[in-house]
Structure formats: C-alpha cells, structure tokens
C-alpha cells in the first residue's frame, strides 16, 4: 500500500452528477411514492360519511414541481354480492342424521361372494423344486364335524354371531377382479374380499385390542423357499420357525380348480395324486409353523384341514403331549364360495349353511390360546428335524391311493435325503438355514 502523503499519484474523487431530468419527465414517468413515503391524514371525527373509506382516500396529495398537484385516483367502490352462507353453516344448521342400521355377524359371514372365473394361466412348480411328494400324506380322514352344528353348539359363540351390531363395525369388501388371469391375480382377490371379511369378524370376536389376523405372504418367485399364501396369529406373537420366518397359527394355500380341486380324490391316478400333492403341500406347511390348521382355497371352494391326528401323550412324562402323525390330516367337506344363506340352510329350518367366510373364521378360532370344548390345540410339537417325528406314523397308507414308483423314489432322495419317513436322517434334511446340524434348533 501507498501512503497517501508519499504518492504523487491523484487520489480517486468521484465525479459531481448533473440534473437531466426536468420535471416534465419526472411527472411522465415518475411513480410517487418512490419519491415520497405517503403520510396518513387525520380523520376528522363527527363528519358523516358517505361510504367506507379506502386504502387509497388516507394518502395525501403529492406536490409536484411547478405547482402541480398530483393526487391518487379514487376508485369507484362496487357492490358487495350478498353474504351466502358457506356449506359448512348449512350442515350445521341442519340436524344431524346418524345411521342406526345393523347387521350381524351371522348374516355378514353368509353374505353373498363375488364368483370368481377360472384363472386363464397357471404354472405348476418344476419337479425337484419342492421338499414335499405326494405320498408324504398317508392317511385321511374325514372332519365330521366342522359344521355349523359344532359353532351352535358353543352358546356364547353362538349369541355372539347373532348379536346386532352397527353395520360400520363389519366393513363390506370392496370390488374385486372376478376374472382372474394368473395366480397372483387370484390370491389377492382372495385377500381383498375373504381375508377382509375373517379379520372384521376376528376383531368383532376377539376384541379391537388382541385378535388374530389373516395376513397375506407376497413371496418373490425366485425365492430359495416357497411359503403359504396365507398365515394367521396375533399381533402380539413372537415365535418364529425355524427358517426365521412368523410362526403362523393358521397357515393357507391359493391354488387354480386346474390345479387342485377335492373331486379330484375319486379321479384316476393322475388326479389323485395332485389332490395328495395338495394336501401333502399343506401338511408341510403346517408342519414348519407347528399349528394343526390349515385350509386350501380355490376359485370355486374352500377346504379346512387339520394335521397330526388325535393328541398323543408320553407315558414317561405326563402332561407333555407327543409327536404327531406323520401324514394323517382330517379333511373337513368342502365349501363352495358360491354358497350364501340366500341359497339354503343347513337343515332346512334353523341353521344357515356353512359359507367359505363362516369356515374360515371358524377356523380361525379353533387356533386361539385356549381350545374349545372337545376341539385339538392348535400347537403341533413337531421339532427340529434331528428329532424325526416324521417317523411317527399310524401304519400303512390308505388303500385307495396310488403306489408309489421307482423314479418318485429316486427324486424324493436326491431332493431332500429321504423317500418314507420311517428313513434315517439324512445330511439334505438336517442342514435348515445353516442351524439344522446342531439339532435343528
């Protein structure tokens, strides 16, 4: 830096302007208040007045040069239109309607179901790609009674589903896809319409703050492992299989009629095996999350099984219930989604007929804590599989079912190590998300 007294350079002055701007231009193009900040007249209190005053009547005139007077245009004030009242003041000037219409839960489980068409493609699963055969079911049996005669039967049960109750407390579903094309179409149709009915009715049943739910599994195809559709239990359970997953007090398949229906028992061979193929997918399941409930549903009926036979008990340690039968399940009659309390009674006279929402929601309650008079508890002891309960069985397998050949043998042992179950451990079954080896743990 330079000092100021050492430097001969001149020091930076600023250049005086001059006035070119006369006060023609001023006035032409001027805006006033950019020149002048408007100052507030007093109101002289006690003067009629003829009309409100504006915003712009409170400035005061602008002199101009020249002796100008420049003032602020005065607007001529408009009409207001006439004060309507808003639609809020007319909704609460009216009285208020409130909507006393009721319902049941009986009448809303026997409501009428959307009919679903036949899924237009499906695709089996590949050979091999499975742990479960057809020949793992061994024995079925008839459930004789899920009925509606069992849940009559039951008085507190039975009062509560005739029970009048405001319609909003049992939401109606809303519209579905009844044309499903592909088996993922199908399953959310399905918990669009019957899982929302059950969960309502559950909650109804069991109360707002701890009732069981059926939920639905998305599952990527490309998944190492397959799981049901469908899985139930309460909000505050813990448990978990032994893959990680929620254990389920209810498990569900969705499968197409093409694929799996309950005529197909009496069908040839063939078909015989896709109705054990059904079953035996179901008894796995149920197996994995340790519940005796399961059902199947399709586009046309719905059917509710129970796995593992009759509560066995060990001898040597009383109160301690044993494994269950491998390959036993109790089948229950299947139940068309087409059936409605509009379209008959079970008897003619008093009781409705059972409904796919009515099985389900029955079913759903034989699974909670504490079992219903001479019903199962839900909990199968099936343990890890070091402990190969599937070696419990009850004997031979049915005589009506088919006989087991050499290839199915052959597949069943190079995809999971054993073919029956009365075969030893293998290494393939033992080794479950890296645990098994320590016991299945």
């Given at each position: 830096m330079r000092s100021a007294s050492t430097s001969n350079i001149r020091s930076h002055s600023r250049n005086s302007s001059t006035a070119s701007i006369d006060a023609s231009m001023l006035c032409r193009f001027g805006y006033p208040?950019?020149?002048?900040?408007?100052?507030?007249?007093?109101?002289?209190?006690?003067?009629?007045?003829?009309?409100?005053?504006?915003?712009?009547?409170?400035?005061?005139?602008?002199?101009m040069p020249g002796g100008h007077m420049q003032s602020y245009?005065?607007?001529?004030?408009?009409?207001?239109?006439?004060?309507?009242?808003?639609?809020?003041?007319?909704?609460?000037?009216?009285?208020?309607?409130?909507?006393?219409?009721?319902?049941?839960?009986?009448?809303?489980l026997t409501a009428p179901n959307p009919e679903l068409a036949i899924t237009q493609r499906t695709l089996d699963a590949p050979r091999g790609s499975t742990p479960h055969f057809w020949f793992d079911i061994r024995n079925v049996r008839p459930w004789d009674d899920f009925n509606v005669a069992t849940i009559a039967a039951i008085p507190e049960l039975w009062q509560l589903l005739q029970t009048p109750v405001g319609k909003a407390m049992l939401p109606e579903p809303g519209k579905v896809n009844t044309n499903p094309e592909n088996p993922a179409q199908l399953i959310e149709a399905c918990a669009m319409h019957h899982a929302v009915e059950v969960n309502a009715a559950l909650k109804l049943a069991q109360g707002e703050q701890k009732h069981m739910a059926m939920r639905g599994l998305n599952g990527s195809p490309a998944a190492s492992r397959n799981q049901p559709e469908f899985v139930a239990s309460y909000q505050s359970d813990t448990e978990k299989t032994i893959y990680g997953d929620g254990r389920g007090r209810v498990v569900g398949v969705v499968q197409s009629w093409e694929q799996w229906n309950s005529g197909m028992r009496t069908g040839r061979p063939a078909e015989q095996m896709r109705y054990l193929l059904g079953l035996a997918q179901v008894q796995r399941f149920?197996?994995?999350?340790?519940?005796?409930?399961?059902?199947?549903?399709?586009?046309?009926?719905?059917?509710?099984?129970?796995a593992g036979g009759p509560p066995s008990w060990k001898s040597s340690d009383?109160?301690?219930?044993?494994?269950?039968?491998?390959?036993?399940?109790?089948?229950?009659?299947?139940?068309?989604?087409?059936?409605?309390?509009?379209?008959?009674?079970?008897?003619?006279?008093?009781?409705?007929?059972?409904?796919?929402?009515?099985?389900?929601?029955?079913?759903h309650l034989l699974a909670r804590d504490s079992p219903f008079p001479q019903q199962?508890?839900?909990?199968?002891?099936?343990?890890?599989?070091?402990?190969?309960?599937?070696?419990?069985?009850l004997g031979e397998r049915d005589s009506w079912m088919p006989k087991l050949i050499q290839h199915e043998r052959r597949e069943a042992k190079r995809v999971r190590g054993w073919v029956l179950?009365?075969?030893?451990?293998?290494?393939?079954?033992?080794?479950?998300?890296?645990?098994?080896?320590?016991g299945g743990k």
């Open positions: 208040t950019y020149r002048q900040s408007p100052t507030p007249v007093p109101i002289t209190h006690g003067l009629p007045m003829s009309r409100a005053p504006s915003a712009m009547s409170h400035l005061a005139p602008i002199t245009p005065q607007r001529r004030r408009t009409a207001s239109p006439p004060a309507v009242s808003s639609r809020l003041a007319q909704e609460l000037s009216c009285e208020p309607t409130l909507d006393f219409a009721t319902t049941t839960a009986l009448e809303y149920m197996r994995e999350h340790g519940t005796r409930y399961g059902f199947l549903m399709t586009e046309i009926e719905v059917v509710c099984v129970r009383e109160g301690v219930e044993g494994p269950p039968l491998f390959g036993f399940v109790d089948v229950a009659a299947p139940v068309r989604i087409a059936t409605s309390s509009a379209t008959g009674s079970a008897d003619g006279v008093a009781l409705p007929p059972m409904t796919a929402a009515l099985a389900l929601w029955w079913l199962y508890h839900w909990r199968l002891r099936v343990g890890g599989p070091a402990e190969l309960s599937r070696q419990h069985v179950p009365g075969d030893a451990l293998s290494k393939k079954e033992g080794v479950v998300a890296g645990k098994g080896r320590r």
